[in-house]
């Protein structure tokens, strides 16, 4: 079972839907991050939480450190947000100074017009 | 304002050439990764450095080499290509403050090894 599962694995909604992705990992855990990965391959950070939630524009974020779940919901959906997003999360247990990474597979978001 | 700088964007290799993927970012950042991304895969860390003279293994370090000469750059060394190799990479740094981890990432390298 990998530590990190996002769900759903493709989802498709009409522009102006509210969207949901979820996150669910089995690891205790010091931080999420949420990610999008653009079309042409480029990834950018959205959010890095260990509790609550966070807002951004149109994103908001929440996280469950009890549920070991977090989810990410896109507001008023707009094509532009047309990306897959990656959830991420930095294990309590890691190797290394440097706090890695685990990854999830990813979310690919189609917004239709 | 560059961030993570990655060359090159696209290559194609034969089973058996080497070559190096370049990663320098301007941030200052201490720490930087390797990643690969595989179709329908989460990144895997492929190595990771804490600083310049420092690096380490990650996941999948097999077929792969890096150096960490200076704070700025952190390439990545493919030996003996093998079709496995086949992905995208993906370099990122961060802050070592831990209250500032946001991760920034190079743009990606798409390699094909035929």
């Known amino acids: 079972k990998n530590e990190v599962e996002q769900s759903p694995q493709n989802l498709t909604a009409q522009e102006g839907e509210f969207i949901t992705i979820n996150c669910s990992y089995s690891?205790?855990?010091?931080?999420l991050h949420w990610l999008q990965q653009h079309p042409g391959g480029g990834i950018v950070s959205l959010f890095m939480?260990?509790?609550g939630k966070k807002k951004h524009g149109r994103l908001i974020a929440t996280i469950n450190i009890q549920e070991k779940h977090s989810s990410l919901h896109i507001t008023a959906s707009h094509p532009r947000d047309s990306a897959v997003y990656i959830c991420?999360?930095?294990?309590?247990?890691?190797?290394?100074?440097?706090?890695?990474?685990?990854f999830g597979s990813g979310t690919q978001l189609t917004v239709l017009p | 304002n560059a961030g993570v700088t990655q060359t090159p964007k696209f290559r194609i290799l034969k089973i058996g050439q080497s070559m190096t993927l370049q990663c320098t970012q301007d941030m200052n950042h201490n720490y930087m990764y390797w990643y690969r991304q595989d179709p329908g895969m989460g990144l895997k860390l492929i190595y990771y450095s804490v600083g310049a003279g420092i690096t380490d293994k990650g996941e999948v370090p097999n077929g792969y080499n890096v150096s960490r000469s200076t704070t700025e750059d952190f390439p990545l060394r493919l030996e003996l290509a093998a079709p496995s190799q086949t992905s995208v990479y993906f370099c990122?740094?961060?802050?070592?403050?831990?209250?500032?981890?946001?991760?920034?990432f190079g743009s990606g390298t798409r390699l094909t090894v035929v």
């Open positions: 939480l260990s509790s």
């Open positions: 690891v205790g855990i010091s931080a």
């Open positions: 991420a999360v930095r294990s309590l247990i890691s190797s290394g100074s440097a706090r890695q990474l685990t």
């Open positions: 990122a740094s961060r802050n070592r403050d831990l209250a500032l981890e946001g991760y920034t």
